[in-house]
């Protein structure tokens, strides 16, 4: 009886300008003895990583450089490869990735208690690794709480509610 092996072997490389290369190799081999398994693989793994590999190394087309800013920076573009010209398009360090709502609920907590902005961002880079424009939803997320715990909101009669009654409208 025949045993019938199948190797795979895929690797993606990432380029600049948002472009990838893939390759992938399948090879089938057919074994007489169970035994031989565990060394065909290591040997089909090996030649597919290495063909995979040498393959890879011909880039064929790259997308083309963007043109610099007067900064020596490539310049922004839409995602489409074109620069943005409505004038809405907000430079890379001042977008914020959470959501508008998480953006505006830490504006808020912010200027509500007047915290300093530097311990904030501090604080995001401690906890997340990344300033706080660049925290992704859930990372968002968690500073808010941690806002909120260490800084409730005050009633009108200056006492802290049971739970937090921040909201954004």
């Known amino acids: 009886m025949a ?3 199948e190797a795979n072997y895929s690797k993606k490389l990432g380029l600049p300008g948002y472009s990838s290369h893939q390759y992938m ?3 089938r081999a057919e074994l007489s003895d169970i035994s031989q398994v565990g060394p065909e693989s290591q040997r089909l793994h090996a030649l597919l990583q290495a063909s995979v590999d040498r393959e890879l190394q011909q880039p064929g087309w790259l997308p083309e450089p963007k043109p610099a800013t007067g900064n020596g ?3 922004a573009t839409n995602g489409n490869g074109h620069q943005p010209r409505n ?3 907000q430079p890379p360090a001042e977008r914020w990735v959470c959501s508008p709502k998480q953006q ?3 504006l808020k907590i912010v200027e509500e208690h007047q915290l300093d902005k530097n311990a904030i961002e501090q604080l995001a880079q401690d906890r997340f690794g990344t300033g ?3 925290l992704k939803t859930l990372e968002a997320s968690g500073l808010i709480e941690e806002l909120m715990a260490k800084h409730p909101r005050q009633r009108a009669n200056g006492h802290a ?3 937090s009654n921040y909201a954004v409208r």
Do not use: S
């Open 104 to 106: 505006a609920l830490i």
């Open 161 to 163: 509610p049971q739970r």
């Open 87 to 89: 004038g809405t398009a």
């Open 73 to 75: 920076r490539p310049a």
């Open 3 to 5: 045993i019938t092996l």
């Open 25 to 27: 190799l399948t090879v």
């Open 132 to 134: 706080v424009k660049q």
